[in-house]
């Protein structure tokens, strides 16, 4: 199995940065996306932030121009640097993998991670 590891949340001042890493272990060579989705309570998830293995990106409307994402090939590690922090931004941040690679094939599964806790406010 792939386990996915998620660290960097936390409180944070309006305005203010964070940044969110995600790491990607076991059975898996590379992925094919590796990003962040989002979900505050009463919502629904959204995209935050995904990269793809030819190294484009989507982001979430609500974040361009503040967050970017970045992607360690090697360790099958993705950063998401948060910055200009705003309340709105508040939510679980959950690691996904789009599509794993193993040493033979590709299989297109959804990987989730346990989520990580992003509170702005003052």
């Known amino acids: 199995q792939v386990q996915l590891v998620e660290s960097g949340g936390g409180l944070v001042q309006p305005g203010g940065s964070l940044r969110l890493s995600c790491a990607a272990s076991?059975?898996?060579?590379?992925?094919?996306?590796m990003g962040w989705y989002r979900q505050a309570p009463g919502t629904q998830r959204e995209l935050v932030a995904m990269?793809?293995?030819?190294?484009?990106?989507n982001y979430g409307d609500s974040v361009k121009g503040r967050f970017v994402i970045s992607r360690d090939n090697a360790e099958n590690t993705v950063v998401l640097q948060m910055n200009s922090l705003k309340p709105e931004d508040t939510a679980v941040y959950l690691c996904?993998?789009?599509?794993?690679?193993?040493?033979?094939?590709?299989?297109?599964?959804?990987?989730w991670g346990q989520g990580t806790e992003v509170t702005v406010s003052s």
């Open positions: 996904n993998v789009n599509g794993v690679w193993t040493s033979d094939t590709f299989l297109p599964t959804q990987v």
């Open positions: 076991g059975n898996i060579v590379r992925s094919n996306g």
């Open positions: 990269i793809w293995r030819g190294g484009s990106t």
